[in-house]
């Protein structure tokens, strides 16, 4: 089976900041099929990324990714308050068909 | 705009068989395109992906889950189901129901598919305790 693992577990930035926030999967990953989303405390994850590095409708462009292979990136640029949570990425397409990586926390410094 | 609501008992006895019903309003389970998926979240841990219907009935789950599993639509209701059975306490965790679908997009003349999940229900958390 594919693991996605993420670095790190927590992040702490400052608010105007920028984030990096990494996913590593265990075997090649078609960057078509890598998607990111945020999760906000008590609420379901929300669609920020799909294809590595193509925004969801509504995601302001503060949000971006790259990578390729087995090595993406998610990138938040001038953290906003609200950007504080859960991010995961999943991958579509290796057993099992559909997976996440175990999530990084972005927490205020 | 599509939205999805779990339902279904909060606490499920070990042994027996776990059921949740997810309503989806705004729009049609009938409709071609869309994976109607269950997905979970163990307490404190990430995500696990259960499993899928196609509107045609066609399914798909988790390896992991497969002997266990089964999904199914009723159209008239518009409502996606989800039946687990011989529960223990590792299956306790919020479930959550999504909408799966086929994003095709272009990069110039490169055309590409992603496979993601959009919208997703708020979740229903089910304990499994005797």
């Known amino acids: 089976d594919i693991v996605l693992t993420q670095s790190p577990g927590t992040l702490s930035v400052s608010p105007g900041e920028s984030a990096t926030l990494s996913c590593r999967a265990s075997q090649t990953v078609s960057s078509s099929y890598l998607a990111w989303y945020q999760q906000k405390l008590g609420q379901p994850p929300r669609l920020l990324l799909y294809?590595?590095?193509n925004r969801a409708t509504g995601i302001p462009d503060r949000f971006s990714g790259s990578g390729s292979g087995t090595d993406f990136t998610l990138t938040i640029s001038r953290l906003e308050p609200e950007d504080f949570a859960v991010y995961y990425c999943?991958?579509?397409?290796?057993?099992?068909?559909?997976?996440f990586g175990q999530g990084t926390k972005l927490e205020i410094k | 705009q599509v939205q999805l609501q779990e339902s279904g008992p909060g606490l499920v006895k070990p042994s027996q068989t776990l059921s949740l019903t997810c309503t989806v309003s705004g729009g049609s389970v009938n409709s071609d395109g869309y994976y109607w998926s269950w997905i979970r979240q163990h307490p404190e841990k990430g995500l696990e992906w259960i499993g899928y219907i196609y509107h045609s009935g066609t399914t798909f789950s988790n390896p992991s889950l497969n002997s266990r599993l089964t999904i199914s639509l009723d159209t008239s209701k518009n409502q996606v189901s989800l039946k687990l059975s011989s529960v223990t306490a590792a299956d306790t965790g919020v479930y959550y129901c999504a909408r799966g679908l086929d994003v095709r997009y272009c990069s110039g003349d490169t055309c590409s598919h992603s496979w993601v999940f959009d919208p997703w229900g708020q979740g229903t958390l089910v304990t499994v305790s005797s």
């Open positions: 294809g590595a590095s």
């Open positions: 999943q991958q579509y397409g290796s057993s099992p068909l559909y997976s």
